[in-house]
């Protein structure tokens, strides 16, 4: 009797661990928000890691959470450090290809609660006197994360903060006399 459950729990595990191989080998999690202001102020709110800060959602999680900036405040090579709660975890964001008004991609580097890197961009499309702000994040899926995607759905736990993201950027960009 015990064989046999042995046996079945060595199947059900090569069954699982041959789901979790199978699963994508990449990601990509992607917002979007229609915002009243330009491409061009919208990027400087973006670029600069400091005003960076005045709407970004992990921000509102933990409000402790230490930040250090790195090098310039804007451009290529800005970058910030964070250290937080266990929501908001440890890692580095830095600006590693800028566009004015077009684009603005990050290397995210992870530290805590699991270690991995990534990237984010925002992309800038005009539309009138409005612009669609898009913002992305994508990169390889590990063993790990593709297990815990199995449990988590990722998209909606970081696409839920980039709405948030997106809609205090509208807020702040929409403000009377910030147009």
């Known amino acids: 009797m015990i064989l046999k459950i042995l046996i079945v729990l060595t199947v059900l595990i090569a069954i699982l661990l041959i789901v979790i191989a199978l699963r994508p080998s990449d990601f990509r999690y992607s917002r979007s928000a ?30 402790n959470s230490k930040v250090t900036f790195i090098g310039p405040a804007s451009g290529v090579g800005a970058a910030f450090s964070w250290a937080g709660n266990n929501d908001v ?21 992870f530290r805590k609660p699991m270690e991995g890197t990534s ?25 790990m994360a593709k297990a815990a995607g ?9 696409g839920d903060q980039f709405e948030k993201g997106l ?5 702040l960009a929409e403000a009377p006399g910030k147009r």
């Open 34 to 63: 229609t915002i009243a202001a330009t491409p061009a102020t919208l990027f400087e709110h973006i670029s600069d890691l400091h005003k960076f800060q005045a709407w970004n959602p992990w921000a509102e999680i933990d409000p």
């Open 119 to 143: 990237t984010a961009e925002f992309t800038f499309k005009p539309e009138g006197e409005k612009t669609i702000v898009t913002w992305s994040m994508f990169g390889p899926n590990n063993f």
């Open 89 to 109: 975890g440890e890692g580095t964001m830095t600006l590693i290809e800028s566009k004015p008004g077009e684009l603005a991609r990050f290397k995210m580097e």
């Open 167 to 171: 809609g205090n950027l509208k807020k």
């Open 150 to 158: 199995l449990f988590i759905n990722c998209d909606k736990l970081v």
